[in-house]
């Protein structure tokens, strides 16, 4: 089954406790997101990849980091979490589209609650 | 720049009735659109696309969105609603060409059914 598949689906954790939420999809998508949802302002974008290696930043990037070593995965990893970073996190894969009107895959999402 | 609004945070019908999702968007380039739903607990999956071919579009579960370019809007609607179509739903807007996948999304519509 074709799917992004995201863990862990729901975390608590401390203010500076360094933590990784992990993003897999099996559908060889070249482009990868991660996005978060907050009530009200709908699904903001964090970081994006367009391909293994290449990685650029989104419109909320403050505070994350990512990697793209392999095609299938691309972990969000906060180094020093604070509460402002909780949130619903999603990731997201699509294929390269030139008409930029690929359809977005998501994850089931993961809750973050930072104490 | 692109955004998009969507006009009421939350809608209420009766089961049978008209839904109507309003999404207006501000794009400098001819823009393609998505309407995604979300129900509860879950990632988002997309409904419909507009990608030029076409102004009315048709997605799944009978939902069907109208692209006018005069008023840049692409609002969504159903002529009878059911109790399953209650979840959030998010209009999306991307500019195409080096974007890819980016989307940038509305603040969401929560829909609710009333028997």
Redesign the interface.
């Known amino acids: 089954e074709a799917q992004?598949t995201q863990n862990p689906r729901y975390l608590i954790t401390v203010t500076g406790k360094k933590l990784t939420v992990t993003c897999s999809q099996n559908m060889n998508h070249e482009?990868m997101?991660w996005?978060r949802q907050d009530p009200?302002?709908?699904?903001?974008?964090i970081y994006?990849s367009?391909n293994v290696e290449v990685t650029d930043k989104?419109d909320v990037p403050e505070g994350y980091k990512v990697s793209r070593k392999e095609k299938r995965n691309f972990p969000l990893i906060l180094e020093s979490p604070s509460p402002n970073q909780t949130s619903l996190y999603?990731c997201?894969?699509?294929l390269?589209?030139t008409?930029?009107?690929?359809?977005?895959f998501?994850?089931?999402?993961s809750r973050l609650t930072v104490l | 720049a692109q955004s998009?609004t969507?006009l009421g945070?939350h809608v209420s019908v009766s089961e049978g009735a008209l839904v109507l999702l309003r999404c207006n968007y501000s794009s400098s380039v001819p823009p393609?659109l998505?309407w995604?739903v979300q129900y509860p607990?879950?990632?988002?999956?997309?409904l419909l696309?507009y990608?030029s071919a076409a102004t009315l579009v048709k997605g799944i579960n009978g939902f069907e969105a109208e692209f006018k370019k005069s008023e840049t809007s692409f609002h969504l609607t159903k002529p009878s609603a059911h109790m399953s179509d209650a979840a959030e739903y998010?209009c999306a807007v991307?500019?195409?060409?080096t974007?890819?996948?980016?989307?940038?999304?509305?603040?969401?519509t929560i829909l609710t059914v009333h028997p």
């Open positions: 992004v482009y997101s996005y009200g302002l709908g699904l903001r974008q994006y367009m989104g999603f997201a894969s699509s390269r589209s008409s930029g009107a690929g359809e977005l998501f994850g089931e999402g | 998009v969507q945070s393609y998505f995604y607990n879950q990632g988002l999956q997309l696309k990608t998010f991307s500019d195409g060409g974007s890819y996948g980016k989307l940038t999304f509305g603040q969401g």
